[in-house]
């Protein structure tokens, strides 16, 4: 049992952030990954449509043998998490990933934290019930940025490409003292360049920025751990599937598998 892969999903290729930061965490583990590319962006869809693609997306997973799944999509979690992890039939630890907003409000200063999702992430309860819990939530402001996660899907990287969107998305926040991006969609997170490069030409202060990746994949080594399902003879091999055009996304998921950190994806498709 130890030994079968661990299911990654996203809508589609901002889950590989994470898949990137599993492989180099838990490098004995192997890996399926699945992008519903042909569905994606989630964000737009109502509540019901995401939480049907969700459930198709992980018994997909399940019917490949996995022994658990990562919802790496935050746009997924907050529409799903709750009724995937009550469903009896789906008998395998599910673990989910969340905007953190709660690290980049432990942050001190007085500037505004600028929380960047889905339409639908900043819409859902869950969400609002996790900004109701931080100390000041009136810190944290929501940004939903409908168009980003298109653009990531159709492969484009380089950051110029992105000004026009940012500035639509981000001008009225201009001269404001921003103290923290928190990137609260996978896709963002190969866009990061981009968005930084805004940042530091239009807010004021230090802002630092935030994902979920990393502890959610601490998160799922835990519970592997508490489930006596830790694999110590995987070699971090990874089987790549996608509801979409496989021709033309793999090449893209190449790309990605071996982004460098800090480093701008430049290549266009
Ligand atoms: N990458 C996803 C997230 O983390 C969702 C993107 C979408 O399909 O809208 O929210």
Known sequence: MSEMPIGIFDSGLGGISLLREAVSILPNENY????????????????????????????????????????????????????????????????????AIKPACEKPGDGKILMMATLATTRLKRY??????????????????????EMVERGTFAPEAYYDILYKLLNKYNGMKI???????????????AIERYA?????????????????????????E???????????????????DRSKIYPIFELLMNHKENQSVKEEN
């Open 32 to 99: 399926i990954f699945y992008g519903d590319n042909l569905h994606a962006p989630y964000g737009d869809k109502t509540d019901d449509e995401i939480a049907k693609l969700s459930f198709d997306s992980v018994n997909y997973l399940v019917s490949k043998g996995v022994k658990a799944v990562v919802l790496a999509c935050n746009t997924a979690t907050a529409a799903s998490i709750r009724a995937l992890r009550d469903d009896k039939r789906l008998d395998l630890p599910i673990i989910s990933l969340e905007p």
């Open 128 to 149: 609002k019930a996790l900004q109701s819990r931080m100390p000041d939530p009136s810190r944290v402001i929501n940004v939903p940025c409908p168009g980003l996660v």
């Open 179 to 193: 103290d923290g991006i928190v990137l609260g969609c996978t896709h963002y997170i190969f866009i990061k360049s």
């Open 200 to 224: 530091k030409s239009n807010f004021k202060g230090e802002c630092a920025f935030y994902d979920g990746n990393a502890a959610t994949v601490r998160q799922l080594g835990r519970v592997l």
């Open 226 to 244: 508490a489930n006596g399902l830790t694999n110590l003879n995987g070699n971090a091999s990874v089987e790549f599937c996608t509801s979409g």
